[in-house]
């Protein structure tokens, strides 16, 4: 698989593990019982003539699998035909899938007509879209900032969604950042991303339940359709009459379906598209409803659909969770190079000194203007002060916490100048934690393993 410039990409192709390395193409692909593609015969050679299977003994790949869609088309290329039905392809993926990420280069943001039916046909999949907004490090922040707006606008009129999409802004190559300014944002980013992935395989069967019941239910809505349709229908004359007539007439039927069943409008059909579909079909040959089997299928999804979401959350329970490894998923989390190491409340985790003590001088001054008393100021002295930061009184309440080792209700010099570098580091935007680490702990507030050893000892 060559990843490049258009037009590398001018086809679907499926990134799979496979124990050898290797190219299956489409025809073959679709035969094949140990792959999910055989409804993919449908659409014919010239899309099996542009699918292919990509097989390769990667880490990654045991947790998950990847489709690469082929690159969108613009312009005047937009004109040519692709020879099948791409849109009709991308709503059957898209329904199978778990996650959906949309590719948008911050340079070049313009959503042609191609790639509206694209999105258009992933309509009902809204909770698996995610955006990226890739080569961020191409513009400075005030072009990324109005290059984010106008994503957000254009795909605004594409998604009708009152949700917000997630965008994920990066950078994800392995290429040094040509703009390094929004380096820590494009860090964070991109671990939320790797994280949004890795979690997938965690909930594979809770997506799988959830999607048989969207199907169970979208079953039930099309067995209420098809039986008021064959029951309208004459049963001798007129036949093609009145079958005009009833697909003109099919979004009021919904209508009155919705209000006689008790159905969500969100559980029917698209309209127009039931309406080209049901020309092909004779109405007086569809089967009557059947009650038994619609009660079924309610007692299923009252009952025994949450006796499986039971068992299924038992089994995350007491099973390892399964997570995507390997790959940039291994990364360098557990290296200094990992998002957040010797930054915020980790500087200094390193340090032979107290990284507090660096600043202590600074922080002494302010506290032997509060009055201390044996070397101690009171909480009220020190709330004044600290409050000087206008940070939020719930945040303050957590510094004071974590900075009142022997919890007297009082700092000493030692307390208050870790309550002030607590402070430096939620300004700075870092968050903090909820057990202070052991290099913050003040020296005189430090337990000695030794004196512990010598004392237990003489107790002995």
Not at 373 to 391: F, H, P, Q
Request: aromatic residues 8%.
């Amino acid at each position: 698989m060559r990843i490049g410039p258009e037009p590398t990409t001018d086809g679907f192709i499926a990134v799979m593990y496979g124990e050898n390395e290797g190219v299956i193409p489409g025809n073959a692909l679709v035969v094949d019982p140990k792959k999910p593609f055989r409804k993919l015969n449908a659409f014919g050679n010239a899309f099996l003539n542009r699918f292919i299977c990509s097989q390769m003994p990667n880490q990654v790949l045991q947790s998950i699998s990847i489709i690469d869609t082929p690159g969108i088309l613009s312009g005047e290329k937009q004109r040519i035909s692709r020879g099948y039905d791409f849109s009709e392809v991308l709503r059957w993926f898209g329904e199978r899938v778990d996650r959906i990420i949309l590719l948008f280069d911050a340079h070049k943001l313009d959503i042609s007509d191609e790639f509206s039916e694209a999105i258009r046909a992933l309509r009902g999949q809204d909770d698996k879209i995610r955006v990226v907004l890739n080569k961020a490090d191409q513009v400075d922040t005030q072009q990324l900032m109005r290059v984010y707006g106008a994503l957000m606008w254009s795909l605004g009129k594409v998604i009708n969604t009152p949700e917000v999409v997630r965008v994920y802004l990066g950078s994800f190559w392995a290429k040094p950042l040509q703009n390094t300014d929004n380096r820590r944002l494009f860090e964070a980013e991109a671990q939320d991303l790797f994280r949004d992935i890795q979690g997938l395989p965690r909930n594979a069967a809770l997506r799988k339940l959830n999607d048989l019941i969207k199907r169970a239910r979208l079953a039930k809505v099309h067995a209420y359709i098809i039986s008021h349709l064959k029951k309208e229908m004459p049963s001798l004359f007129g036949k093609e009459k009145k079958k005009e007539e009833l697909i003109a007439r099919l979004p009021e039927i919904y209508l009155m379906l919705q209000r006689e069943h008790h159905i969500s409008p969100g559980d029917f059909p698209n309209v127009t598209k039931m309406q080209e579909q049901l020309q092909h079909y004779d109405f007086s040959k569809f089967p009557s409803l059947k009650i038994k089997l619609i009660e079924s299928v309610d007692k299923m999804l009252t009952n025994k659909i949450s006796g499986l979401m039971t068992l299924i959350r038992e089994e995350e329970r007491t099973q390892p969770a399964q997570m995507v490894s390997g790959g940039a998923f291994q990364g360098s989390e557990d290296s200094p190079f990992g998002r957040g190491y010797g930054e915020g409340i980790s500087a200094g985790a390193d340090a032979d000194d107290w990284i507090v003590s660096r600043d202590k001088p600074r922080y002494d001054e302010i506290f032997y203007t509060l009055m201390p008393i044996n070397g101690k100021v009171t909480g009220v002295n020190a709330k004044k002060e600290m409050m000087n930061s206008r940070l939020p009184n719930t945040v303050l309440g957590k510094i004071w916490k974590l900075s009142d080792c022997d919890c007297d209700g009082m700092l000493d010099d030692e307390e208050f100048a870790l309550a002030q570098h607590l402070i430096k580091v939620k300004l700075e935007g870092y968050e903090l934690p909820n057990e202070l680490p052991a290099h913050l702990v003040p020296p005189s507030h430090r337990k000695n393993p030794t004196a512990d050893i010598l004392f237990n000892h003489q107790e002995d």
